[in-house]
């Protein structure tokens, strides 16, 4: 821990299908780009297997979460750790992309962090990059601007997929992150096949938040950040990558 800070870590116990709720309240999204079917990654079960072995392979990865330093996997990505919660849900989208059982239950994590003007410019200079206009995906770690003042950023590391949104603008805004599979030879950054949604949350100017969760498969993926309006939510924009 750092000296002088505490940051909390909240393990949610509860199940749930939020993503399900929220994808009941966005406004005019339909998906543009089918994803394309993978095979799942090595250690992965493949689909179709027992329910034990899809139960006893989720146990672990959340286990694993738990056991994970959530500070020096901020501080890696140039941030600061504010709060951390790992929670228990059934994702069925989640699980239907990999072949496992609809119910399973699986973990998410929810990072706040702050990640300070240092990282803004280092997120700046890998968009104007990422936002070239290509014909296919462009694969790794990736950052871009989004309509919406502020960064988006889609990474794999350690085993995980991770989608962060940096808030840049006046005052707060409410949303959700959301990643979704797409073609990996899709051009622009088009929405998908949903593959994981974040939890409704509130950014103030030079809040970071970030969701995460096991990657199961390569592939395609694109993240967008979805803000609160009078009805539903509009796409304030995002980033696409093979990772």
């Not at 296919?136 to 990736?142: D, E, H, I, K, V």
């Not at 979805?226 to 990772?243: A, F, P, R």
Request: aromatic fraction near 6%; proline fraction near 4%.
């Amino acid at each position: 821990m750092s000296r002088g800070r505490t940051v909390r870590k909240t393990i949610a116990a509860g199940l749930g299908v939020a993503a399900l709720a929220l994808g009941a309240t966005l406004t005019a999204v339909a998906p543009s780009q089918a994803a394309t079917t993978e095979e799942n990654l090595p250690g992965v079960p493949a689909p179709g297997s027992p329910a034990s072995e899809w139960e006893s392979w989720a146990a672990q990865e959340r286990a694993d979460a738990e056991a994970t330093d959530w500070e020096a996997d901020s501080a890696a990505r140039g941030c600061t750790l504010e709060d951390v919660t790992i929670s228990e849900e059934v994702d069925r989208d989640y699980n239907l992309a990999m072949g496992a059982p609809a119910d399973l239950a699986t973990h998410r994590v929810d990072l706040l962090e702050d990640c300070g003007d240092a990282a803004a410019a280092d997120t700046a200079s890998r968009a104007a990059t990422s936002e070239a206009s290509t014909l296919a995906l462009p694969s790794g770690n990736r950052c871009a601007s989004t309509s919406g003042p502020g960064t988006m950023c889609l990474s794999k590391s350690s085993g995980r997929i991770y989608a962060s949104w940096q808030y840049r603008g006046s005052g707060s805004v409410s949303g959700f992150l959301r990643i979704y599979r797409v073609s990996s030879g899709a051009s622009g950054c088009p929405t998908g096949t949903t593959w994981l949604t974040g939890g409704s949350s509130t950014w103030r100017n030079g809040d970071t938040r970030t969701i995460s969760k096991t990657r199961t498969s390569a592939g395609g993926y694109s993240a967008h950040i979805w803000k609160k309006v009078t009805i539903g939510h509009t796409d304030w924009g995002g980033v696409c990558s093979v990772l």
